[in-house]
């Protein structure tokens, strides 16, 4: 029986991932092996400042609203600008009006559609230096707190895609920012699971807990500074998925404390230079999960983590057809992988 896999079960989601042991891959056998080709910086959208910004952040991080006598300081040292999407996928509208159509029911995609650009057309948040990170991570966190606040956004969800293969349509670096009117099911789900588990462990919280058991037993942690910790979650849906967590309970990404966001561009610099590294540039999503914008207590049981998934496999017939994720590595052993690569 050397070869059965492992079914493991989420804590927070109570969802299923087979670890396929018995056709598990070396680590090295991720290793992409194509190289990407990258487009001329001329006919790039994203190469100069924009005349809409809503945030341009300086190569020495300090923001600015753009205005006609910053422009020509800003046009040669901007580092980061944050501009409305040209093509949104939520606008201007009169949010939260439902309709019915037979037996279903509808609402207008009322919102916001931001993208969040970084200078050099070839470096990736993997390359770039701790100073300019941070200055990503600053930028997120203040249009966040810009949009939180507007009545017809429920939730706003923070994600990079890098790669085609993942969605990225432009090649030239960027996050983007999407602030919807209803709470997206999967952070439904992980909600849920978060209420479920303090409402039966004396409002303890279920990340908590295991950021405790993983930091005693070290196996699945890849890279660690004072306040976050990067690891290879227990149930990795996917080969070489990260996660990173703030050490200290924390519901909300928004009101992280200024002292705590150069630890957090460290932890996701680091994670993200250590894919690179060792899988070859592989194509990847990560994302931020946090509790919903509306400042209840309800959702102080919850903590807020980003999640970096990288192109390693891909859906097939089982996985479409059950909802079950496969793993061809154990998440020991990727971050084990990870821990010896040094950025």
């Known amino acids: 029986m050397k070869n059965i896999s492992e079914l493991r079960q989420d804590l927070v989601t109570d969802a299923w991932v087979v670890i396929a ?18 487009p001329p910086k ?19 991080s300090e923001g600015y609203r753009l205005t006609k006598k910053d422009l020509p300081y800003l046009k040669k ?17 009169i949010c939260q009006v439902e309709r019915n159509l037979g037996p ?23 390359l770039m230096s701790q100073k300019e990170t941070e200055s990503v991570v600053k930028s997120y966190r203040e249009r966040y707190t810009a949009l939180k606040d507007e009545d017809c956004v429920e939730y706003i969800s923070i994600f990079h895609n890098h790669g085609k293969e993942v969605g990225a349509s432009i090649f030239h670096p960027h996050s983007q920012l999407i602030a919807t009117p209803v709470i997206p099911p999967d952070v439904q789900r992980s909600l849920r699971g978060s209420s479920e588990f303090a409402h039966k462990n004396k409002n303890a919280c279920v990340h908590c ?12 942690i890849v ?24 050490k200290k309970h924390n519901p909300r990404f928004e009101i992280s404390h200024d002292d ?26 990560f994302f931020i999960h946090t509790a919903p914008t509306a400042h209840t207590k309800e959702f102080d049981h919850y903590h807020w983590h980003l999640e970096i998934i990288p192109k390693t496999a891909v859906w097939a017939g089982f996985e479409i057809s059950t909802g079950i994720d496969i793993s061809t590595i154990a998440p020991e052993k990727a971050a084990a992988f990870l821990k010896k690569i040094k950025t």
């Open 77 to 93: 040292n901007w580092f980061v600008q944050v501009v409305p999407n040209k093509y949104p996928a939520f606008g201007k509208g």
């Open 21 to 38: 042991t018995g056709r598990a891959k070396r680590p090295d056998q991720f290793v992409r092996k194509a190289k990407d080709t990258i």
């Open 42 to 60: 001329s006919g790039c959208p994203f190469e100069s400042l924009m005349n809409n910004a809503l945030l341009v952040v300086d190569s020495k």
């Open 223 to 246: 890279y660690e500074n004072e306040e976050f910790i990067v690891l290879c979650p227990f149930v990795s849906r996917i080969a070489f998925e990260i996660r990173i967590f703030p």
């Open 209 to 220: 807990v295991m950021l405790d058991f993983e930091r005693k037993d070290s196996r699945r």
């Open 104 to 126: 279903h029911r509808w609402m207008d995609g009322v919102g916001f559609h931001e993208v969040i650009i970084t200078r050099d057309h070839r470096k990736p948040i993997a």
């Open 260 to 285: 705590d966001l150069p630890y957090f561009a460290d932890a996701l610099r680091v994670a993200l230079a250590k894919l690179y590294h060792a899988l070859g540039n592989p194509p990847h999503n």
